[in-house]
Every structure is written in structure tokens, then in C-alpha cells.
């Protein structure tokens, strides 16, 4: 008996032991694959009982059911962990790790899996068809896991699912109509994947569906999510969040919206929707944040907004809206923010925004708002942001405001408000931005005002304010931009505005200061800008230029200065604008200022207009500039009557080269290029060669040659053709090519003159204060067109799979490329940035930080239309960052993109958050 027994139990336990040794095997050896480190952190994987293993669970049959690996920081792939041993395995949960290569077709195998969560790893190509026949399936996550490749129609096998997170991948696809049969979903998430076509019909079929995420798949031109909203989404009634955001959707917003009375968040912003909001959102009565921004919508808002009293966020801005807010937004009191900017609304503000104390950003700008600021906005010391500025506001500027404690940036410019500057601002800690220009304030600027440390630009321009600069404004150590232009301000500009170390742009004109320009101005060594014109300064200018290597533009005009023009500011390289008109000034003109072309050839010496050194910023500049030069051209020729320009086989060029000699240039050029001979080659494009030249000064330029030549007589010249040739030299792709010095044609050869830059000399530019204050968003946007793959493979710009194959490929110079762009607009490398974006719990605080805080602080803000190229580099730079190469766009593609694409993000730079560039 004893031995009948004894069988029957070996019978029963010898297959589930073996069952069990063989699902410990297939772990151990998927661990021995996983590199080194990674076996490490499985110390407990040993032995044969798998079941007591760290993130592993077992069933009652001590068969593997659960291998949850969440957060292990494990590396390496898939293929060697045989799928096939573990027929009971409910959950396979890898979540935020980094593995790596193709998910392999034998994850068909888990046939019972539940749930599967492969988030926030490196996996490449598609999702692998065997995984669309796991019919048990409850939850799918394949989110942020740089996967390609099409959306199956075969998703319908999936029918139990009810969490599906495709998002933040590449698929070259549209979202297949048969997601419709997936009945139980409740979760649809495929956000930021490069989507294309329109959303199916047959999403109204996913009743059960209380999520969607389609936001974000506007990337590129190829691929929009585009079309209209379905008014199918009429029957999901128990949907409770609706994200489609950031795409290219158009048409209007279907009243059925209305219908999604469980709707606690709608978020329809940046897309191409047009007509009139549909009153039915009022029955939205659960809604607590509706964005609507970024749109075509027109008409008033509908007053049945009045009912959304749980309504926290609420975005309008940039539309075409009119008419007055309607009252029954009145009474909504729990605003966070409440965006409204860049519309035709009239009327007054509602006055209880911050009534609750929680507003946090509040915009209004550009509209026709009429009346008192909010008297609620008085004691909110909730708001962090506040624009109301190109409106008709009317009131006593220093009963209206209070003290913030969290406020950093407020723009009141535009308006009518009077009164004095209240010393309140003071009491602000935080405060970054005060602007209030172009208003009817009167009274003195209060020296309290300097306790604001933070304080880095104050624009009071247009005003009415009288008295001194105060001398305590040197304690603003922070100050970038300085704007009191237009007032009356009266007395000397005091010396200690010399220790404003941190001063970009210096804007006093229009006063009636006196006295003389105090050296310590002179000697601020980042300032870019610098304006005294039409005051009563007297004295010589400061002879001390030497430090004054970024100004750009100095305007001195309209003064009593004497005495002679400094030389040294023919050492102010950067300097592109500079006027001395209508002073008593006498002497020549210092060699290396030409003077500016002009019909009036006055001789008298208190008129003096110079211009040092012309930018190269936009095709529409350098065409001026060439037309221009012909102007001069004929005129001296008419002048001359026949007479020849130069002789020999000079005689038939046409010169324009700012700030130099141009027949010495010229010569200088052919000559240190042995006429263009091929060692000084350093690029070539489709219309053009460029050339490495150094002049016998040893200042080293990059010539561009173009291939065809201008006919010998100018009759000829076409100016068409030769904008054509302009343009074809943005063909020419070399990141050391900055600035333009001058433009020369011969009858044998045609060439454009540029600064050139060392190579490896942006580490240089951007560490050294001075230099990248000069780099201003302009030049900065010019390079990173110009930068391609110079620093594949370098230390630090390398892509991370360069550690495995050293094989430096096209997607590692698009790595390489967007390492570069985030370096050249945050003005330091971005590892610190990239890491953040790396770690899962740092993704949302990083998400929420503002643009306009990240990039480089040392250059002014970007503004229109240079801030809209700044949003489009920072969403390519991040595209090209993904650690996956094959989810990176290609080089043509980015290319493609700097030269015709445009942000989906309106032009409200301050307020746009790093996470809607991702």
C-alpha cells in the first residue's frame, strides 16, 4: 500500500518539479545574458527555486506567474529568455529598464499573459505580430519604447483589453479602424507616436473608454493627425479625459462634444479648428481644465460657460474670439490659469479670478479689454505670471497691485494706467520681469524697488517718470535689460550703473539727462545694446572701448558731445549700428567705420552715421544689401562717366565687402587661395564651393564661391538670378559659417565673403560670458541650420549605441546633431537635461519646467519671429535625442524640417513648458 502510494505521488509532484527546474533554468540563463552589471542587481536568481527570487511570484502549483522587474535598472535584450517555459505567466512587468533590441516573436508563447508592460526601454523595430494573438491580454503598455513600424489591423484580436498605451513611439501608420472591436478598452493611449490619417469612426464603438491620448503626433509634415473630430465620440459617455492636442486637426468642434457630461479634462489646443465654440461644452458641468488654445475659433464665448463652476484651467489663447467675457464665468473662483491672450475681446476682466487664492498664470495680452484690473488680483499671492500688456486697462497702477510672493514675470505695458510706481515691487522676491512702458505713470522711480534681487528686466519706456536714476539700482545685480527711454528723467546717469555686471541692453533715451557718459558704463562687458540718444549729455565720448567687445548697437545721437570720435571703436567688432548724429563732434572718421551710403552728402561733422559690421540674418538683408551696392554702383558710375573702377584685369568687378577694402579683398582672396585651388576646400554644395582662406592680416574667413558668373555687363545682371544663387548657398551646410562680411563679383568669378569660426570653438563661445551674450538667438538659430554632423562619434555629443556597435552611422550623427542643438540653445551641454529625461521620476518635473527658463539666460529672450525657430530646434533636438537610433528622425528629415517647418506652438514663448516639445 505504502508503495502504491509512494508512485502515485511521484506520479503527480516528478512533472512540476521538472516544471519548475526548467522555468528556473530558462531565468538563470536570460540572466547570464544580461550584461554584467545587470546580473549583479540578480544576486537572489540562484539555486533552483524560483520562487522565492526577488520580483518573482509563483502560483499554487509553484509554476512562475508573475516576473515583475519594474525599476530594476537591468540592460540587455529579450532573445535568450525562452517564453515557451512559463505557460502560467500572468504579468511580465519590465518597466523602466533598458533593454534593448527587437521584442522577439516568441513572446507569442505566453498565451495566458495578462499583463505585459515593456514602458521606458530602448527596444527597435515593430511590434511583432505574435504579440497581437495574446487574446487573454487585460493591459498592454508599450509606451516609450522607441518601437516603429504600422499598427495592425490584427489589434482586434485583443478583445479583453482594457489598458492600451502605445505612446511616445514612431509608427509610420494611422490608427486602424478595427480598434474599434476592442470593446472593454477603458485606457487609449497613443500619444506623441508619429501618427498620420484622420481618427476612425469607429472609436465611438469603445463605449467603456474613460481615457483617450492622441495628443502630440504633429512632429513632422509626413505625419499629422489630421481630419476632424468623429462625431462618433458623441457615444463614449463615460469618457473622463479627451487629449488631442498638438496635432493638425480641422474643421469644428462637434456640438455631441456635449454629450461627455463625465468630462473632467478636454484638451483640443494647437490644432486647425475653426468656427464658433459650441455652447454645448457648458454641459461639460465635471470639466476642470478645458484648452482650447492655439486654434482658429471665432465668435464669443458661449455664455453656457457659466456653467462650469469646477473649471480650474481654461486656455483661449491665440484664437479669433470677440466680444466680452460673459458673466456667468464670473463666479468661477478656482482658477489655476486662466489663458486668454491674443483675441479681440472687449470689455472688463472678470473681477474674482483669484478670489480663491490658487490663480497662478493669468494672460490677457493683446486684446481690447477696456476698465480696472481684477480687484481679486490685488492680494493673490498664488500668481506666478501675469500679461495683460496691448490692451486699454485703465487705473492707479499703485492701488492695483500687491505684493507677490511667487511672482516672477508681469508685463502691464500698453495700457492707460496712471499713478505712481508703487514700492511693493520690492516685496516681490521672485520677480524676474517688469514691464510697464508705454502707460501715463508719473513720479519718481522708488529706490525700494532694488530689493527685488531677482530682477532681471525692468522696461518702464513711454512713460512720465521724473527725477534721477537712482544709484541704489547697481544692487540689481541680476538686471539684463534696463528700458527708461522716453520719461523725463533728469540729472547725471549715475557711475554705479557701472556695476550692473549682468547688463544686456541699456535703453535711457529720450530724457533730458545730463552730464557725461560715465566710463563704468563703457566698461560693461556684456552689453549688447546701448542707447543715450536725444538727451542733454555733454563731454567727449569715453575714449575706453576695449571691453566693449558684444556691443552691437550705440546710438549717442542727439546730445551735446565734442571732441573727436574714439578710435577704439573700430575694435568693437560686433558692432553693427552705431549713430553720432546731431552732437558738436569734429575730427575724421576713425578707419574701420565706413560711413553708411546716403542721397544726402553732407560734410557737416555733427552728423555722423556709421555702421561697422553687417549681420548675416535672413536672405531678405544680404539682398537689400547687394541692391544697395548697386545703387552706389551706378551712382558712381554716372558720376564717373566711363571712368574705370579699377585697372587690369580688374577692371569689371563689382565689390561690396563690408569693412574692408575692396579691391585689396579681393586680391588678398585669389591670392591666398592660389585662385581657388582645391587644398583650401572645406565644403561644396549643389550652387557653390567653400573655401578656407586666410589674408595676410591672418583674420581667417570662409569665402563662397558660387559656380556661375555674372554677365560683364550689369545691363545683364539679373538681381532674380542672383537671389536665386543667395538662396542655393543655404544648400551649403558648414556649422562654422556665422557671419557675412561682403559680397564681390568679377567678370570670371563671383563669391560671398563670411566670418569663420573655428572648429571647437563653440565650447569657447559659450563658456566665455562676453562671446555668448554676443550670440545672440539669431546667430545661434543661423548655426544650428548650419550644423550637421561634425561631432559624431566626439565625447559627449556620441550616441549612446556607439558604447556597443563604435559603429558611427547617419542616426549617430542625428544623436550628434541634437546634443549640439540643445548645447548651442541652453548655452551648456545638456547631459543634465538628458539624464533627467532618462529617470521616470524626474520625467514630470522636467516636463513642467518652462522654455524660457531652460535656455541660455545670457542673451535677451528670444522674441517674434526668432522665438518661433528656437520652439521648432528644441522639439527636433529632442526627436534626434531618442536613445533608440531607429525611432530618430533622419538628417534630411530634420533638414527639411529647419528649412520649411514651422512650431505648432503659438507665440506665447514665456509660458511654453518643455513637455510639449517632447
Known amino acids: 500500500m505504502l508503495v502504491l502510494i509512494l508512485c502515485v505521488f511521484l506520479t503527480f509532484s516528478w512533472p512540476q518539479a521538472a516544471a519548475e527546474d526548467s522555468e528556473a533554468n530558462a531565468l538563470l540563463k536570460w540572466k547570464h545574458s544580461l550584461d554584467t552589471s545587470s546580473q549583479a542587481l540578480l544576486s537572489t536568481w540562484s539555486g533552483n527555486s524560483s520562487c522565492k527570487w526577488k520580483g518573482i511570484q509563483c502560483d499554487k502549483s509553484n509554476s512562475v506567474s508573475s516576473i515583475d522587474l519594474t525599476n530594476f535598472g537591468l540592460k540587455g535584450t529579450l532573445h535568450t529568455l525562452t517564453f515557451s517555459f512559463f505557460p502560467n505567466l500572468l504579468t511580465l512587468n519590465i518597466y523602466q529598464n533598458s533593454f534593448y533590441g527587437t521584442i522577439p516573436p516568441q513572446i507569442g508563447n505566453l498565451s495566458k499573459v495578462n499583463v ?8 527597435h523595430g515593430s511590434i511583432p505580430q505574435e504579440m497581437w494573438t495574446l487574446g487573454s491580454l487585460h493591459s498592454l503598455d508599450l509606451s516609450l519604447c522607441q518601437l516603429s513600424g504600422e499598427i495592425p489591423n490584427s489589434i482586434a484580436n485583443l478583445s479583453n483589453l482594457s489598458f492600451l498605451d502605445l505612446g511616445g513611439n514612431t509608427f509610420s501608420s494611422h490608427i486602424p479602424p478595427q480598434i474599434g472591436k476592442l470593446h472593454k478598452l477603458e485606457y487609449l493611449g497613443i500619444a506623441g507616436s508619429n501618427l498620420s490619417g484622420s481618427i476612425p469612426q469607429e472609436i465611438g464603438m469603445l463605449t467603456n473608454l474613460r481615457l483617450i491620448d492622441l495628443s502630440r503626433n504633429s512632429l513632422s509634415d509626413a505625419n499629422k493627425l489630421s481630419g476632424s473630430i468623429p462625431e462618433s465620440i458623441e457615444k463614449l459617455a463615460n469618457l473622463e479625459q479627451l487629449a488631442l492636442d498638438i496635432n493638425n486637426l480641422s474643421g469644428s468642434i462637434p456640438s455631441t462634444i456635449g454629450n461627455l457630461t463625465k468630462l473632467t479634462m478636454l484638451y483640443l489646443s494647437f490644432n486647425n479648428l475653426s468656427g464658433s465654440i459650441p455652447p454645448s461644452i457648458g454641459n461639460l458641468i465635471n470639466l476642470d481644465a478645458l484648452s482650447l488654445q492655439a486654434n482658429n475659433l471665432s465668435g464669443a464665448i458661449p455664455a453656457t460657460f457659466g456653467n462650469l463652476q469646477r473649471l480650474t484651467i481654461l486656455e483661449l489663447s491665440t484664437n479669433k474670439l470677440n466680444d466680452s467675457i460673459p458673466q456667468g464665468l464670473y463666479n468661477i473662483t478656482n482658477w489655476y490659469s486662466l489663458l486668454l491672450a491674443e483675441n479681440d475681446f472687449t470689455g472688463h476682466l472678470p473681477p474674482q479670478i483669484c478670489s480663491a487664492g490658487s490663480l497662478v498664470f493669468f494672460n490677457a495680452y493683446h486684446n481690447r479689454f477696456t476698465g480696472p484690473v481684477p480687484r481679486s488680483l490685488k492680494n493673490c499671492s498664488s500668481i506666478a505670471r501675469i500679461r495683460l500688456e496691448g490692451n486699454q486697462l485703465e487705473g492707479d497702477i499703485a492701488q492695483d497691485f500687491g505684493v507677490y510672493p511667487n511672482l516672477k514675470y508681469i508685463d502691464l505695458s500698453d495700457n492707460r494706467f496712471h499713478g505712481h510706481i508703487s514700492p511693493n515691487w520690492g516685496k516681490c522676491p521672485n520677480l524676474d520681469t517688469l514691464m510697464m512702458s508705454n502707460n501715463n505713470i508719473s513720479g519718481g522711480i522708488p529706490i525700494e524697488l532694488v530689493e527685488a534681487t531677482n530682477l532681471g528686466r525692468l522696461h518702464l519706456s513711454s512713460n512720465h517718470l521724473n527725477g534721477k536714476l537712482p544709484k541704489e539700482i547697481s544692487k540689481l545685480k541680476s538686471l539684463v535689460e534696463l528700458k527708461i527711454s522716453n520719461n523725463h528723467l533728469s540729472g547725471n546717469i549715475p557711475t554705479e550703473v557701472g556695476l550692473l555686471q549682468n547688463l544686456r541692453v541699456l535703453d535711457l533715451a529720450a530724457n533730458e539727462l545730463t552730464g557725461a557718459i560715465p566710463e563704468q558704463v563703457i566698461s560693461l562687458p556684456k552689453l549688447l545694446e546701448l542707447n543715450l540718444s536725444n538727451n542733454k549729455i555733454n563731454g567727449s565720448i569715453p575714449l575706453e572701448f576695449r571691453q566693449f567687445q558684444s556691443l552691437q548697437s550705440l546710438d549717442f545721437s542727439g546730445n551735446s558731445l565734442s571732441g573727436t570720435i574714439p578710435r577704439k571703436l573700430a575694435e568693437v567688432k560686433q558692432l553693427q549700428w552705431l549713430n553720432l548724429s546731431h552732437n558738436d563732434l569734429s575730427g575724421s572718421i576713425p578707419s574701420g567705420l565706413l560711413l553708411c551710403p546716403t542721397t544726402n552728402h553732407s560734410q557737416k561733422s555733427n552728423k555722423v552715421i556709421l555702421v561697422v559690421l553687417l549681420s548675416l540674418g535672413t536672405l531678405i538683408l544680404v539682398l537689400c544689401a547687394v541692391a544697395l551696392s548697386m545703387y552706389i554702383f551706378y551712382g558712381s558710375k554716372r558720376k564717373e562717366k566711363g571712368h574705370s573702377s579699377f585697372e587690369g584685369a580688374h577692371k569689371e568687378v563689382f565689390f561690396s565687402i563690408w569693412s574692408f577694402d575692396g579691391k585689396i579683398m579681393f586680391e588678398n582672396i585669389i591670392k591666398a587661395t592660389e585662385n581657388f585651388d582645391n587644398k583650401y576646400l572645406i565644403g561644396a554644395g549643389s550652387q557653390g564651393y567653400v573655401y578656407k582662406v586666410v589674408l595676410p592680416t591672418g583674420l581667417v574667413v570662409a569665402v563662397k564661391k558660387l559656380h556661375s558668373v555674372i554677365d560683364e555687363e550689369m545691363s545683364d545682371f539679373s538681381s532674380k538670378a542672383f537671389a536665386s544663387e543667395i538662396q542655393a548657398l543655404t544648400e551649403i551646410k558648414h556649422r562654422n559659417i556665422i557671419k557675412l562680411h561682403g559680397f564681390c563679383s568679377h567678370s570670371q568669378v563671383s563669391f560671398l565673403v563670411y566670418e569663420f569660426m573655428e572648429g571647437g570653438s563653440l565650447d569657447q563661445m559659450l563658456d566665455n560670458d562676453t562671446h555668448a551674450s554676443a550670440f545672440d538667438w539669431e546667430k545661434r538659430v543661423n548655426v544650428v541650420k548650419d550644423s550637421w554632423t561634425q561631432f559624431a562619434g566626439t565625447f559627449g555629443y556620441a550616441a549612446p549605441e556607439l558604447a556597443q556597435t563604435m559603429e ?39 516636463n513642467d519646467l518652462l522654455l524660457a527658463d531652460v535656455i541660455d539666460q545670457r542673451p535677451p529672450q528670444p522674441t517674434k519671429p526668432i522665438d518661433g525657430e528656437v520652439i521648432l530646434i528644441t522639439r527636433l533636438a529632442f526627436a534626434c535625442l531618442s536613445e533608440n537610433p531607429r525611432s530618430r528622425p533622419t538628417m534630411d528629415q530634420v533638414s527639411k524640417a529647419l528649412i520649411t517647418g514651422k512650431s505648432p506652438l503659438p507665440d506665447q514663448f514665456p509660458m511654453i513648458k518643455l513637455g510639449q516639445l517632447r
Open 116 to 123: 505585459l508592460n515593456f514602458s521606458l526601454n530602448s527596444f
Open 808 to 846: 558611427v552611422n547617419e542616426k549617430c550623427d542625428v544623436y550628434s546633431f541634437g546634443v549640439l542643438a540643445l548645447e548651442i540653445i541652453m548655452g551648456k551641454h545638456p547631459r543634465d537635461l538628458i539624464s533627467q529625461f532618462m529617470s521616470p521620476s524626474m520625467v514630470p518635473i522636467v
